[in-house]
């Protein structure tokens, strides 16, 4: 069975352009999570989705968003970037089931804000 | 808020060692608990999770267990290997439906 995946792997933009990021989740799996990991904060929760809505969101500013396909692909939006945005964005999908929420993450999509 | 440290926060071993990793959440009310790897820029592999209805699970040299009543976990390795040497992280989740809350994780080193 395919693992996550994320594209691209790699990104660099420049301060107040806007990038979108993709994850597709392992086949069945409808929980789509989104976190952001940097040097200084570690790893923090941004959202997840589960059957196309949002069921829990982090405490980030508006300009970070996301969606959900019928498909269970997820992605996720930042909106005028700031420096401070330059970190390892991890996607984590799961199957869901009540007593058991099994977390599998993808590599990762590295953005780097000039 | 659920806020979870991890102690200690690096280790360095010769191998061989049986060592243990500890995590620790403010609230003790955890519904399922994960224990994940993580090298350097990648992404994360999850090693072991401890479902509601658990208090431990075990896979090869690996053994983590869960003190509902403190909000503890720890995490044993067996005879480590320079192979182990990563950032090893706990996430729990406090009822179902709800977000993982990471730790900011231990830094080992098992030396050969």
């Known amino acids: 069975k395919a693992g996550v995946t994320q594209t691209p792997r790699y990104l660099i933009k420049t301060r107040g352009q806007q990038v979108t990021l993709s994850c597709s989740p392992i086949s069945g799996h409808r929980s789509v999570s989104w976190y952001q990991q940097t040097p200084g904060q570690g790893l923090q929760f941004l959202f997840e989705?589960?059957?196309?809505?949002?069921?829990n969101k982090g405490n980030f500013p508006g300009r970070f968003s996301g969606r959900q396909f019928s498909n269970s692909r997820s992605e996720m939006n930042v909106s005028t970037l700031e420096l401070g945005d330059s970190a390892l964005y991890l996607c984590?999908?799961?199957?869901?089931?009540?007593?058991?929420?099994?977390?599998?993450f993808g590599p990762g999509t590295r953005l780097t804000v000039t | 808020k659920q806020e979870v440290t991890q102690i200690p926060a690096a280790l360095s071993v010769p191998e061989g060692e049986n060592l243990v990793l500890n995590c620790s959440f403010t609230?003790?009310?955890?519904?399922?608990l994960q224990w994940f790897r993580q090298d350097p820029g990648k992404g994360l592999t999850s090693l072991l999770l401890?479902?509601?209805?658990?208090r431990e699970q075990t896979s090869g040299r690996l053994n983590a267990s869960l003190d509902k009543s403190s909000g503890r976990s720890t995490l044993y390795i067996a005879a480590s290997q320079p192979g182990d040497s990563a950032t090893y992280l706990c996430a729990g989740t406090g009822g179902y439906g709800q977000n993982f809350v990471f730790g900011p994780g231990t830094r080992l080193s098992v030396l050969p």
């Open positions: 984590a999908s799961s199957f869901d089931r009540e007593g058991t929420y099994e977390q599998y």
């Open positions: 401890i479902q509601s209805s658990q």
């Open positions: 609230d003790s009310a955890i519904y399922n």
């Open positions: 989705y589960f059957s196309e809505t949002q069921r």
